[in-house]
C-alpha cells in the first residue's frame, strides 16, 4: 500500500491553499506551481516548494501538463492532487500521473473520461436504469436533427456542450427561431473551452431545483454518499450559492436519490471523491444531469455538517486504504451555507471585474470559515477564475446559519474591485432565500436582489478609509527563504 509524503497541487488560489492546509495537518510536504502572474500569490509564500509553470496564460501553464508533470519529476512528488478545474477532469492527466509513478488524487482516467462525456454518461445511466432528463441519445450533427427532436419533446430546451461543465457550452432556446444561433454559439464555445464542439439537447426543467450528492468510494468496494447540497442559486447556469442539507429533501427522497448517486459511482467504477448532480422538478422527481468527477467548490458545507475533511479522505482514498466508516455511521449535524465572492459585478450581469484588490479584511466569529487567496491585498487576473474566496457559515438549524452569513457578509471588506458580496447579502435577507423558495431561476425571478445595499455601502467606504490610513498593503518577503523557484 503506497505511503504519501510529499503531494504537488496542480492548481492556484484558495483550493491550493486548501488543500495544502490539510497537508499541514497530516504532516505531508506541500509542492506549489505559479504561473508568473501569480508570483506573489498566497499559495506559492504557503507551500513547502514553488516552482514556476510557466506564463500567464492558463494554457501556458496551469494546463500544460507536460511541464506540471516534469515538476512532479524534479520535486519528487509522491502524489498530485488537480483541485478543481483547470486539469481536474482531464483523463489524459490522471494517466500521465500514472505513467509517471505518481498517484493522481482523483479516480481513474476511465471513469473521469466515461463522466466527462455527458452523451455517453447519459447513455450508461440509461442503461443502469437511472432517470435522465428527456434529449438526445447522442451528439446532435445538424440544424434539422435538432429542430425535430425539440419538437419532440418540446420547447424550451437547454443546447449543452457533450464535453462541457460549469455552464459553457449551453444555451437555453424557446423556440425554432433561436435554434440555429444556439447551436453556433454553443459550439463555439464548447470548442474553446474544451477542444470538443460536440453538443446535444435536453429537455429544459422549469422551476427545477438542483441538488446533488457527495459521495465517496475506494478501491475495496466501498461507496458511500455524504448527503446532500441545494445549489439552485445561479448565475449564467453556474453556481453562487450552496446550501446543505436541502430544505426541500424528506427522508424517503434523500433515500432514493443516495441510492442513485451510490449507483452511478458504481456504475463507472468510480474510486475517489466525486459529485452526482440531479435536477428535481415540482412534484419531486428527480433526474441524473452530471457527474463532478473532484472535489467541488462547495465541499466545506458537506465537511460542516459531517465533521469530515474531504481532502483528508481523498489522500487515504489514494493510497489505497478502505473507507473507515459506512452509511449507518454518518449523520447530518446542523445546516451549512457558502457564498462565493467573486470580483463580478452584479449590476452588470455578473461580468468579471478583475483588478488590484487594496484592501482585503475578512470577518470571524462562531460558525464562519472563510477560504480565500487573498490576504491584506493582491490582485484578481484576467487570466483566471474571478473567484476572490468563500464565505461558509454553520448553525444549528437554517435560521442560524443564515444569520451568521448576514452578519459575516457585513462583516467583510473588500476595496478595488466589485464583487458579489453585497449580492449574496441581499439574497440571504431576502424572504424567498428565509422561505427556502429557491428554483434555477431565483435570479431572474426575483430582480428587487439587485438593489444597492447603501447602507453597508456607506460603513464600508467609511471603514475601509480608516482601515487603509492605518495599514499599507505589503509585499511578503517570506517567499524568500519559505519557496524554492526553478
Known amino acids: 500500500m503506497p505511503r504519501i509524503k510529499k503531494i504537488l497541487i496542480a492548481n492556484r488560489g484558495e483550493i491550493a491553499l486548501r488543500i495544502m492546509r490539510t497537508c499541514r495537518v497530516l504532516g505531508l510536504h506541500s509542492v506549489a506551481i505559479y504561473s508568473e502572474a501569480d508570483r506573489e500569490s498566497a499559495h506559492v509564500v504557503y507551500a513547502d516548494e514553488a516552482y514556476c509553470v510557466g506564463p500567464p496564460r492558463s494554457l501556458d501553464s496551469y494546463l500544460n501538463i507536460e511541464r506540471i508533470i516534469e515538476i512532479a519529476r524534479l520535486s519528487r512528488s509522491d502524489a498530485v492532487h488537480p483541485g478543481y478545474g483547470f486539469l481536474s477532469e482531464r483523463a489524459e492527466f490522471a494517466h500521465a500521473c500514472n505513467e509517471l509513478g505518481v498517484l493522481f488524487i482523483g479516480p481513474p482516467a476511465k471513469a473521469i473520461s466515461d463522466m466527462g462525456d455527458k452523451v455517453l454518461a447519459r447513455q450508461l445511466m440509461q442503461s443502469n436504469g437511472i432517470p435522465v432528463i428527456p434529449g438526445t441519445p447522442r451528439g446532435v450533427t445538424n440544424l434539422e436533427e435538432a429542430l425535430t427532436i425539440s419538437e419532440s ?15 459553457k457550452g449551453m444555451r ?10 444556439a447551436i453556433h454559439l454553443a459550439k463555439s464555445e464548447a470548442s474553446s473551452s474544451f477542444g470538443d464542439e460536440r453538443i446535444f439537447i435536453e429537455k429544459y426543467l422549469d422551476h427545477a431545483r438542483h441538488i446533488e450528492f457527495q459521495i465517496l468510494s475506494d478501491s475495496h468496494g466501498n461507496c458511500v454518499h455524504l448527503f446532500e447540497r441545494e445549489c439552485s442559486i445561479q448565475r449564467r447556469h453556474q453556481k453562487l450559492i450552496e446550501e446543505a442539507p436541502a430544505t426541500i429533501m424528506t427522508e424517503n427522497l434523500r433515500t432514493k436519490m443516495g441510492a442513485a448517486a451510490i449507483q452511478v459511482a458504481e456504475a463507472c467504477n468510480y474510486v475517489g471523491a466525486g459529485t452526482i448532480e440531479f435536477l428535481l422538478d415540482r412534484e419531486n422527481n428527480f433526474y441524473f444531469m452530471e457527474m463532478n468527477t473532484r472535489l467541488q467548490v462547495e465541499h466545506p458545507v458537506t465537511e460542516y455538517i459531517t465533521g469530515l475533511d474531504l481532502v483528508a479522505e481523498q489522500i487515504s482514498i489514494a493510497e489505497g486504504k478502505p473507507i473507515k466508516f459506512t452509511q449507518s455511521d454518518l449523520s447530518i449535524h446542523g445546516h451549512a451555507i457558502e457564498c462565493r465572492i467573486y470580483a463580478e459585478d452584479p449590476d452588470s450581469k455578473f461580468l ?3 483588478g488590484i484588490i487594496s484592501f482585503h479584511q475578512i470577518p470571524a466569529g462562531v460558525g464562519v470559515r472563510i477560504d480565500s487567496s487573498i490576504t491584506e491585498s493582491g490582485e484578481v487576473p484576467i487570466h483566471y477564475d474571478p473567484l476572490i474566496s468563500k464565505v461558509i457559515t454553520w448553525g444549528v438549524s437554517r435560521d442560524e446559519a443564515t444569520m451568521r452569513m448576514i452578519a459575516a457578509l457585513g462583516d467583510y471588506f473588500i476595496a478595488g474591485v466589485k464583487t458579489t458580496r453585497k449580492f449574496c447579502r441581499q439574497v440571504m435577507k431576502s424572504e424567498a432565500w428565509q422561505q427556502a423558495q429557491l428554483s434555477t431561476h431565483f435570479l431572474d425571478a426575483h430582480p428587487d436582489l439587485f438593489i444597492d445595499d447603501a447602507e453597508y455601502s456607506r460603513r464600508a467606504v467609511a471603514a475601509t478609509k480608516v482601515l487603509l490610513q492605518k495599514s499599507s498593503p505589503k509585499k511578503s518577503s517570506e517567499s524568500s527563504w519559505r519557496t524554492r523557484v526553478i
Open 153 to 167: 419533446i418540446g420547447y424550451p430546451v437547454l443546447v449543452k456542450a457533450a464535453a462541457g461543465g460549469g455552464g
Open 352 to 354: 468579471p471585474s478583475p
Open 172 to 181: 437555453k432556446v424557446h423556440n425554432a427561431q433561436e435554434m440555429k444561433s
